[in-house]
């Protein structure tokens, strides 16, 4: 489950304005990423680690 700004950012679909501000304020350092980042992978990494995601590749 994704917990806005400790492991990740919701943004509305196809809400521009709101996709700049949430990568605004990841420059300008409102959240900090390093700690976002690990916190997610912390949350899902075991369920949806690399070796358990399919990749679709275009041929």
């Not at 994704?2 to 509305?12: A, Y």
């Not at 700049?20 to 990423?33: C, E, Q, R, T």
Request: aromatic fraction near 8%.
């Amino acid at each position: 489950m994704l917990t806005q700004g400790r492991t990740g950012l919701v943004v509305p679909a196809g809400d521009v304005r709101s996709l700049m501000i949430a990568l605004a304020d990841l420059i300008d350092g409102k959240y900090n990423w390093r700690s976002m980042r690990e916190e997610a992978y912390r949350a899902t990494g075991c369920k949806w680690g690399v070796s358990r995601t399919a990749v679709w590749r275009r041929e």
